[in-house]
């Protein structure tokens, strides 16, 4: 009996190590197996190394004509900055929205034309997305935007060597910081804590205006803002989070 236990027990044991290195190699192999290249080359930004306590609060899929004005009156009202990752084919509907953006200083940008899949799309596709939204950008707000961010996250060399031509950077996130405010009955609250229990200096938080969810979006904006405030953070665009990388 105890020979059987012991065999049970260390099957067990073996089959949940498998588990989790699997798990991890997922994980890992999610995040792309040259992602630390792209980051080494400046290619791609995650999170910036700095003493200060400043991180950059980034919105996606946007704008959304209601969920974006109440966004932007509760940054306002808090005198945070954050950088939109908009979609060319909202942007186009939005206009004067785009601009009432970039005029209460906020950074904008690219989140490709119509947020398709890009898994299996041609290089010419893909181009297309992205210059076709930087182009609206400029027009509209007269900014050119620094920052790509890929829908879904997707990564590619292909697609990597394309927003370099276009001298963009991948603006990505700190994994850390992915709270899945998107999903419908995530709660303010819950997006708040998510943030908070996971903050440190130079991260840079992913979030969704122009979701479903967004409107719990811009309420755990409301709540989280003014704690961290406390706590002695300010939230800047990610060009301005840049520049306060500290210097080896």
Not at 34 to 50: A, F, G, P, S, Y
Request: with cysteine.
């Amino acid at each position: 009996m105890f020979l059987v236990i012991r065999k049970r027990t260390a099957g067990m044991i073996f089959a949940g190590i498998c588990f989790f290195g699997l798990s991890i190699g997922a994980y890992n192999f999610a995040l792309h197996p040259n992602m630390h290249n792209w980051e080494k080359q400046k290619l791609l930004i995650r999170q910036v190394k700095t003493d200060q306590k400043a991180v950059a609060l980034t919105f996606d899929d946007g704008p959304d004509p209601v969920n974006t004005p109440a966004l932007l009156e509760v940054l306002g009202k808090n005198k945070a900055k954050a950088t939109f990752f908009v979609l060319g084919s909202r942007a186009e509907k939005q206009p004067d929205l785009i601009k009432k953006m970039a005029e209460a200083g906020h950074e904008l940008g690219n989140h490709s034309y119509s947020h398709a899949d890009f898994n299996g799309k041609s290089d010419e596709f893909i181009l297309e997305e992205i210059k076709k939204t930087s182009d609206i950008l400029c027009q509209l707000a007269g900014q050119t935007p620094a920052f790509f961010r890929p829908p879904g996250g997707y990564l590619s060399y292909a697609m990597v060597d394309l927003t370099n031509q276009e001298g963009l950077t991948i603006g990505y996130w700190t994994w850390q910081q992915d709270s899945k405010d998107w999903r419908d009955g995530t709660t303010a609250a819950q997006i708040a804590d998510h943030i908070k229990k996971n903050i440190a200096p130079g991260q840079i938080i992913v979030l969704h205006d122009g979701a479903s969810n967004g409107a719990q979006t811009v309420k755990a904006m409301d709540i989280l803002i003014p704690e961290l405030n406390k706590q002695g953070y300010h939230f800047v665009t990610m060009s301005e989070l840049l520049e306060l990388e500290n210097k080896e």
